[in-house]
């Protein structure tokens, strides 16, 4: 027979089930800053998935799933009009549900079938820069080229780069156009780290 739990126990569950996302999430965003190839593939990824996830929980999605394009949980797939997949796994994430935040479950469209299109989220600049700042801010730690480096860069710094002649390799962020500032290219990282400073100073006057 099913026994109800008392409510002191049912929010010590809840709370070591958000402290436990909690961690995660710090670790996670902990590996993205390890070298340039991590965070480019961090910041292409969290382009991908759009402004309406948060940092943590986009580093929690892409770990569990490089390649995700577009997460949601069970029953906003549902609406949007595709199905979870029997046996698919979700990933946990933080959520914010009538004022607190819980845990919750969302799946990637791999994890997902039907008919309806998947949304898609255009790579913005400004997005790069937001999740940096988060990053930087989160880890405490300044930002310039040596603690957000693109793979590019990092790739000429030892000497190899978009000029080795490798066709296996990408380099997505060598150049980016500084928008909304102007349209002319720049290198990717001069653009990520001027936008990532600027996000970074509104999240230390937020905290003032």
């Given at each position: 027979?099913?026994?109800?739990?008392?409510?002191?126990?049912?929010?010590?569950?809840?709370?070591?089930?958000?402290?436990?996302?909690?961690?995660?999430?710090?670790?996670?965003?902990?590996?993205?800053?390890?070298?340039?190839?991590?965070?480019?593939?961090?910041?292409?990824?969290?382009?991908?998935?759009?402004?309406?996830?948060?940092?943590?929980?986009?580093?929690?999605?892409?770990?569990?799933?490089?390649?995700?394009?577009?997460?949601?949980?069970?029953?906003?797939?549902?609406?949007?009009?595709?199905?979870?997949?029997?046996?698919a796994v979700g990933i946990s994430?933080?959520?914010?549900?009538?004022?607190?935040?819980?845990?919750?479950?969302?799946?990637?469209?791999?994890?997902?079938?039907?008919?309806?299109?998947?949304?898609?989220?255009?790579?913005?600049?400004?997005?790069?820069?937001?999740?940096?700042?988060?990053?930087?801010?989160?880890?405490?730690?300044?930002?310039?080229?040596?603690?957000?480096?693109?793979?590019?860069?990092?790739?000429?710094?030892?000497?190899?780069?978009?000029?080795?002649?490798?066709?296996?390799?990408?380099?997505?962020?060598?150049?980016?156009?500084?928008?909304?500032?102007?349209?002319?290219?720049?290198?990717?990282?001069?653009?990520?780290?001027?936008?990532?400073?600027?996000?970074?100073?509104?999240?230390?006057?937020?905290?003032?």
């Amino acid at each position: 027979m099913y026994e109800r739990m008392n409510i002191e126990d049912w929010k010590a569950k809840k709370k070591n089930d958000r402290d436990a996302v909690m961690t995660d999430q710090k670790q996670a965003l902990q590996e993205v800053l390890q070298d340039g190839a991590d965070l480019t593939a961090y910041l292409l990824g969290r382009g991908r998935l759009g402004s309406g996830i948060t940092s943590g929980n986009a580093a929690l999605v892409l770990k569990a799933c490089p390649q995700a394009t577009a997460v949601m949980s069970f029953d906003g797939w549902n609406q949007f009009g595709r199905r979870v997949s029997k046996g698919a796994v979700g990933i946990s994430q933080l959520v914010r549900s009538g004022g607190y935040f819980t845990v919750g479950k969302v799946y990637d469209r791999s994890a997902t079938y039907g008919n309806k299109p998947c949304p898609t989220v255009e790579l913005q600049g400004d997005q790069l820069g937001k999740a940096v700042a988060v990053l930087t801010a989160c880890l405490e730690l300044e930002i310039n080229v040596l603690t957000v480096t693109t793979h590019c860069e990092a790739a000429l710094f030892d000497g190899y780069g978009p000029h080795s002649g490798d066709p296996q390799l990408r380099w997505d962020l060598w150049y980016l156009p500084d928008l909304p500032l102007d349209s002319v290219l720049k290198p990717g990282g001069y653009v990520i780290r001027g936008k990532a400073l600027w996000y970074l100073s509104e999240i230390l006057r937020q905290r003032r």
